[in-house]
């Protein structure tokens, strides 16, 4: 059964009205006439999949007049044409939950929170998967050149003319070619930082660079 079909059982069996509800009466009114729109022509998506939520009506003053309704309970919506009719609907995942639970379909809310939830997570783990992968990159990438511009001054017989220290942190870019600076600056006979050991390779690059 879809996640929709679901909301719309949960509906079904609520009570059309609640006497021991604290609500005014109007409010009270104005939810279970949001509830029923939503039994005759809603729709929303699975939220694993998106966050959508829609319902249809035949004119566009009518699916202005719902918008208004639910902005009057702080949800963001939008009116727009569908096919022979227009539709109200709500692409923000809270503003959804919102209206779930105005609704009273408490079951529904759950289940759309857990789903957002586990997106969101997943989300995160991508962008910094995606982030780490690219800072690597970036380090491969850097180390690559700097590796090329030592093998350029040994082909042009002047990596014995550079300074000591310069030397000693090319041989060891040479022998590494996949560690990061920090493990550079460690593995020096007088350990730096990670910004001496760019200063440094960024020396050599610009020596290399000059002689070509």
Known sequence: MSFATDVRNELL?????????????????ARLSIRETFIKSGFITDPNKEYHLEVLFKTKKKAEEFKIVLENFNMKTK????????ITYIKDGEDIVKFLALMGANNAVLRFEEARVLKEARNNVNRIVNCETANLSKTLDAANNQIK????????????SLPDEL??????????PDISYEEI??????????????????KISKIAEELR
């Open 185 to 202: 600056g460690k593995m020096l006979k007088k350990p730096i930082s990670k910004s001496g050991v760019s200063h440094r390779l960024k």
């Open 149 to 160: 511009d030592i093998e350029f001054l040994k082909q042009k017989n002047k990596f014995n």
């Open 167 to 176: 030397k000693e942190i090319a041989t060891i870019r040479l022998k590494n």
């Open 13 to 29: 069996e609520l009570k059309m009205w609640d006497i021991s509800s604290s609500l005014k009466q109007d409010e009270q009114i």
């Open 79 to 86: 009116v727009t044409k569908k096919g022979s009719g227009y």
